[in-house]
């Protein structure tokens, strides 16, 4: 059973950091692009970024330099790094994954088929 579990998220102050950590148990892993979406209360998810197996990131429009996606092959792991973080960023972080070979240049929730229960972000101004 695919399984994807994040972690690193928390109550922080604004101006802060965090980097989120997604592991996942999945075969051909390297053949996979993974994801980053957030969700806001009642709102659809939105992606973020997402990465090939290369280490290519990709990023959506809004991210203007304060969203770093990577990822470690070897750990099975992805991340998210975060700067100087913002009140506007509260949301749910989730980390999704694609079929093996399926390619990597959409970051809509179409393109994406296994996703994680997301960790909370929740930033204080």
């Known amino acids: 059973q695919v399984q994807l579990v994040e972690s690193g998220g928390g109550s922080v102050q604004s101006g802060s950091s965090l980097r989120l950590s997604c592991v996942a148990s999945?075969?051909?892993?390297?053949?996979?692009?993974l994801g980053w979406f957030r969700q806001f209360p009642g709102k659809e998810r939105e992606g973020i970024a997402n990465i090939d197996g290369d280490g290519t990131p990709r990023y959506s429009g809004f991210v203007q330099g304060r969203f770093t996606i990577s990822r470690d092959n070897a750990k099975k792991m992805v991340y998210l790094q975060i700067d100087n973080l913002e009140p506007e960023d509260t949301a749910m972080y989730i980390c999704?994954?694609?079929?093996?070979?399926?390619?990597?240049?959409?970051?809509?929730?179409?393109?994406?088929?296994?996703w994680g229960q997301g960790t909370q972000v929740t930033v204080s101004s």
């Open positions: 999945l075969d051909k892993y390297k053949a996979r692009c």
């Open positions: 999704a994954a694609n079929l093996p070979y399926a390619g990597c240049t959409g970051r809509g929730t179409g393109d994406f088929r296994d």
